[in-house]
């Protein structure tokens, strides 16, 4: 069972939010309003996805009501959950919208964390657009302040454009993975359109077409739009770039590169014909290549298509359909208090990222230092070592402090003793990083990740995550530094 990520009680000595401002021109989605239309702030501040800020602070949750799909792309397994939204290998709980109602409500009810509604799969959410409104139109009945958010392929979109802005469905995400119909063609063997199926150049050039007229139609009408690309070395890496202009052009709202995560156990085309994803490092290379462009989104966990929680965790299980209560009544009051807790914690943190930047500013040479964090939620380092399934990666140098992606590992600590035999995945996990921070850690891990030239400290536990990389970063680079 997950712990509740943050004390209420802790309101009480919280003071009242001030607004922080951001030094970084590579910030992108955790702007502060200072930077942001305060139309657009309303709709991304409680989003985790379209607010790397938010992230560390609100839920969504994905109910799997589509099952279908209308084509196919080459990363896909149809036994599994789409993988234009979700990680491929994975079965979710296939829910009727009223299965899918009742499971909102609990959830609710239970995570006052919980913001949006995201309808990711099992296919595309546009291929059954009845389950899908329905879905949504039966759960904001019920919660009329959780946003409504879901993601396609876009081959239908400018069908239902003209719907999801009626219904204020403020996000959607597309995937595009290329703009050229020759390399979409290495992509998407065959498309589903107008009673015929279609394959090769045919398929690709009606899918990006509709895609690109899709989101011109929803970038009009105000709703805001996230394109997600997976990066398939060798198809289109070097694409990508093309890709990020396209959109941008069109408005789209963020860019979110993932990787490719190709295994032949998955029995899709990719991995049977040993098609190899990114490595982290090619990956953040694609993303520095992009930045300046469409704002990149980096946060993204490739969740399933039944997720519950903070990005970083996932709590699906313990509200499937056999475990949830017959009956539920929603009541509003914790989601508010929690909303007002975060108001006021949003101030304190933006007081402390302030002065982590000014320290991070005084440093003059152009170095930077890669950190990874151990943090349950909050945006503080709040997590042990050893019960970390994944640290967040921050990366600090003249520019500021950015967050630049996650690494997944195995938890250290299984039922209250080391399992050294993660060690050596967890170090080939870090490749890159220079100091990790976590809330405690025992001597052997930390003697054993020194050993691979990697530093692990407490001495930040609680902090909040910028204000520890950034004096991190000042004790190392500083001018104090320098002269010792
Ligand atoms: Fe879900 Fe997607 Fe909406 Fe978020 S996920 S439908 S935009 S509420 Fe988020 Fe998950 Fe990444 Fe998707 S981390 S896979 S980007
Ligand atoms: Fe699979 Fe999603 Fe592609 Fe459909 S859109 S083929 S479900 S990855």
Not at 210 to 231: C, D, F, H, P, Y
């Amino acid at each position: 069972m997950s712990s509740q990520i943050v004390s209420l009680d802790s309101l009480m000595a919280s003071p009242s939010p001030r607004r922080g401002g951001c030094a970084s021109s590579s910030c992108g989605t955790s702007a502060r309003p200072a930077d942001v239309d305060p139309a657009i702030w309303e709709k991304i501040k409680d989003h985790p996805c379209y607010s790397e800020e938010a992230h560390h602070y609100f839920a969504r949750m994905h109910v799997a009501v589509a099952p279908a799909c209308n084509i196919q792309c080459n990363y896909c397994n149809r036994k599994y959950d789409c993988s234009n939204e979700s990680r491929p290998g994975v079965v979710s709980e296939r829910l009727t919208p009223e299965e899918a109602v009742r499971k909102v409500v609990a959830v609710a009810a239970a995570v006052p964390e919980l913001s949006v509604l995201g309808i990711a799969g099992p296919g595309d959410a546009l291929a059954n657009w009845k389950k899908t409104r329905a879905t949504f139109e039966a759960v904001r009945a019920v919660i009329p302040d959780i946003k409504l958010c879901l993601s396609t392929n876009g081959l239908v979109l400018p069908d239902h454009a003209d719907e999801i802005a009626g219904m204020a469905i403020d996000h959607v995400t597309i995937t595009i993975n290329a703009v050229d119909p020759a390399i979409g063609a290495r992509i998407y063997p065959w498309i589903f359109f107008d009673h015929k199926r279609r394959t090769g150049l045919e398929a690709a050039t009606i899918l990006l077409e509709r895609q690109m007229r899709g989101l011109e139609m929803l970038t009009a009408r105000g709703v805001l739009v996230k394109i997600n690309s997976v990066m398939i070395p060798g198809i289109n890496d070097d694409h990508l770039p093309e890709v990020n202009r396209a959109v941008r052009a069109r408005g789209a709202f963020l860019h979110n590169v993932m990787p490719l995560i190709s295994d032949p156990a998955h029995g899709t085309h990719f991995g049977l014909t040993g098609q190899r994803g990114p490595t982290p490092a090619e990956l953040k290379a694609l993303q520095d290549r992009l930045d300046g462009g469409a704002k990149l989104m980096r946060h993204c966990r490739q969740c399933r298509a039944d997720a519950i929680g903070l990005l970083g965790e996932d709590r699906g299980q313990e509200f499937t359909l056999d475990r949830l209560p017959a009956a539920v009544t929603y009541d509003p009051a914790p989601r508010q208090a929690y909303r007002a807790f975060v108001a006021a914690e949003r101030g304190d943190r933006g007081a402390a990222r302030a002065d982590a930047l000014r320290s991070v500013g005084t440093v003059t040479d152009d170095v930077r230092l890669l950190v990874a964090v151990a943090t349950k939620g909050g945006a503080r380092v709040n997590e042990h070592f050893g019960h970390a399934r994944e640290f967040q990666v921050y990366e600090a140098g003249p520019k500021g402090i950015t967050l630049t992606g996650h690494r997944k590992v195995d938890a250290y600590c299984m039922g209250g003793f080391g399992e050294d035999a993660t060690l050596d995945p967890t170090i080939a996990a870090l490749d890159g990083i220079d100091t990790v921070l976590c809330a405690k850690v025992g001597d052997c891990p930390r003697e054993a990740l020194a050993a691979a030239g990697i530093i692990v400290s407490d001495a930040h536990a609680y902090d909040y995550i910028e204000a520890a990389v950034g004096k991190v970063y000042a004790e190392r680079f500083g001018r104090a530094a320098a002269v010792a």
